[in-house]
C-alpha cells in the first residue's frame, strides 16, 4: 500500500545547494529515512526523522544536510547545503523501520525508485 516518490536529484558544482523530496502514499505515521548509494559501493545511511520530527544524521553529512517532513503533505525533504563529489549518489527515501536503531537499510519495508545527485567539481 505504502509508496514513495522521489524528486529533486540533479547536477550541481561542489559547495551548491539540492533540496529533495519524497512524496509517500498510504500510512506515513512512521520515521523517514534518507540513504544514498553510489555505484559499487553500500548503501549508506544519511538521515532520519519520526513522526514526532526528532532527527538523526549520519557523520558524513553532519552540518550540511538538513531532514523535514510535512505531515499534512505526507512529504519529506533533505536539503543538502556545501555540497562535495564525494556526496555523488542516488538517494533514497525508505520508509518502515521495523528495527529501533533504523540506521540500516534491512531495517526498512519500504522504498523509492532513488534520485540521482551528482556533484561536480
Known amino acids: 500500500q505504502v509508496q514513495l516518490v522521489e524528486s529533486g536529484g540533479g547536477l550541481v558544482q561542489a559547495g551548491g545547494s539540492l533540496t529533495l523530496s519524497c512524496v509517500a502514499s498510504?500510512?506515513?505515521?512512521?520515521?523517514y529515512a534518507w540513504f544514498r548509494q553510489a555505484p559499487g559501493k553500500e548503501r549508506e545511511f544519511v538521515a532520519a526523522?519520526?513522526?514526532?520530527?526528532?532527527?538523526y544524521t549520519s557523520d558524513s553529512v553532519k552540518g550540511r544536510f538538513t531532514i523535514s517532513r510535512d505531515n499534512a503533505k505526507n512529504t519529506v525533504y533533505l536539503r543538502m547545503n556545501s555540497l562535495k563529489p564525494e556526496d555523488t549518489a542516488v538517494y533514497y527515501c525508505?520508509?518502515?523501520?521495523?528495527?529501533?536503531?533504523?540506521?540500516?537499510?534491512?531495517?526498512?519495508?519500504?522504498w523509492g525508485q532513488g534520485t540521482q545527485v551528482t556533484v561536480s567539481s
Open positions: 526523522i519520526t513522526w514526532s520530527a526528532s532527527t
Open positions: 525508505a520508509l518502515g523501520c521495523s528495527g529501533y536503531e533504523c540506521t540500516k537499510s534491512y531495517e526498512y519495508a519500504h
Open positions: 498510504g500510512p506515513t505515521v512512521s520515521r
